[in-house]
């Protein structure tokens, strides 16, 4: 099974930017669905944002203009570009792969925190 580690969070000012970064054990390609959610403290976790190979790229609403996702299958790893951050964008944003059939393989999150 395909693994995914994150990394490029941290602690950014409003108004910021910030990049993440998840790369793959295998070919990121192998999964169907590839993209980014996000829990905050005593919230869900939400869906932030996907590359999937049926309709492209999708974006939660709080994030659209503001975040942008890219594949970059030579170096197997998926990016969240975050621009624009607010306070209510932190949260532990954890990458996602989910093949056509079989398990959903999540990372272990990396911390974004958007504080003056």
């Known amino acids: 099974q395909v693994q995914v580690v994150e990394s490029g969070g941290g602690l950014v000012h409003p108004g910021g930017s910030l990049r993440l970064s998840c790369l793959a054990s295998g070919s990121i390609t192998s999964f169907y669905t590839v993209g980014w959610y996000r829990q905050a403290p005593g919230k869900q976790r939400e869906p932030v944002a996907n590359?999937?190979?049926?309709?492209?790229?999708n974006y939660a609403d709080s994030v659209k203009g503001r975040f942008t996702i890219s594949i970059d299958s030579a170096k197997n790893t998926v990016a969240l570009e975050m621009d624009k951050l607010k306070p209510e964008d932190t949260a532990v944003y954890y990458c996602?792969?989910?093949?056509?059939?079989?398990?959903?393989?999540w990372g272990q999150g990396t911390q974004v925190t958007v504080s003056a």
């Open positions: 590359i999937n190979k049926s309709d492209g790229t």
């Open positions: 996602r792969g989910a093949p056509l059939v079989g398990p959903v393989t």
